[in-house]
């Protein structure tokens, strides 16, 4: 079946644009999540979506980051502004269920973002 | 919070040799543990996860780990690593009633022929 989609693959912008990053995730999975992947830092959080509840946005490193999930299925992330340390892999997840520690994170292949 | 580390950044082996990868985390109560693996190009794939019950954990090609909870380790283990091996290898800890999952930085995994 099919797995977590993000498009783009890659993304090259300018300092100071705007960007947008889309994520299908699994059709039926309730749960999605949105992380950075920075050379040598692992994966770092930036927020969670379950059902029609309110988002986690506990990870999301500023105010110029901002996500939203349309239908409870696609997920937009938005940068705007963008800076070099922006410069990261975008990884989206989702999973069945809520309570995302518990239940297994199916990855995207994620989007490279490169700000000049 | 939790937290995870990765001592190793990057490790070669020889094909056919074993290979124990290093995860140490942080957390006050028992964690969720898992480790993922990502190819070239891929997405992450999760290899195994510890909830509870026996320490020794078995996963998918092969990979076991081990919950150390006196050690605070959850290390990842392969008696023969093949070529198709070669990856970026994730430790990840999460928390019962959190869904802020923490990975570790990575280790490389190079394989010799």
């Known amino acids: 079946g099919a797995g977590v989609s993000q498009s783009p693959s890659n993304k090259v912008t300018e300092k100071g644009k705007d960007v947008e990053l889309r994520c299908d995730p699994i059709?039926?999975?309730?749960?999605l999540y949105w992380y950075r992947q920075s050379l040598g830092q692992g994966l770092e959080f930036l927020i969670y979506?379950?059902?029609?509840?309110?988002?986690?946005k506990s990870g999301l490193p500023s105010d110029r980051f901002s996500a939203e999930r349309t239908g409870g299925s696609v997920s937009t992330l938005t940068i705007q502004r963008t800076q070099q340390e922006d410069s990261a892999v975008y990884l989206c997840?989702?999973?069945?269920?809520?309570?995302?520690?518990?239940?297994?994170?199916?990855f995207g292949p994620g989007t490279r973002l490169t700000v000049l | 919070a939790q937290s995870v580390t990765q001592p190793d950044i990057h490790i070669t082996v020889s094909e056919g040799a074993s290979l124990e990868l290093r995860c140490n985390y942080s957390?006050?109560?028992?964690?969720?543990l898992f480790w993922y693996v990502q190819s070239p190009g891929q997405g992450l794939q999760l290899l195994l996860k510890?909830?509870?019950?026996?320490?020794l954990v078995q996963g998918i090609k092969g990979f076991e780990a081990e919950f150390k909870r006196s050690q605070s380790s959850f290390n990842l283990r392969k008696p023969s690593v093949h070529w198709s091996d070669a990856a970026e290898y994730f430790c990840?800890?999460?928390?019962?009633?959190?869904?802020?999952?923490?990975f570790g930085a990575g280790t490389r995994l190079t394989v010799k022929p």
């Open positions: 997840a989702s999973s069945l269920e809520g309570w995302g520690a518990y239940n297994e994170q199916f």
């Open positions: 059709s039926g999975h309730t749960a």
């Open positions: 979506f379950q059902g029609n509840s309110a988002p986690d």
């Open positions: 957390y006050g109560a028992t964690p969720y």
């Open positions: 510890y909830f509870s019950g026996d320490t």
């Open positions: 990840a800890v999460g928390m019962y009633n959190n869904n802020d999952m923490r």
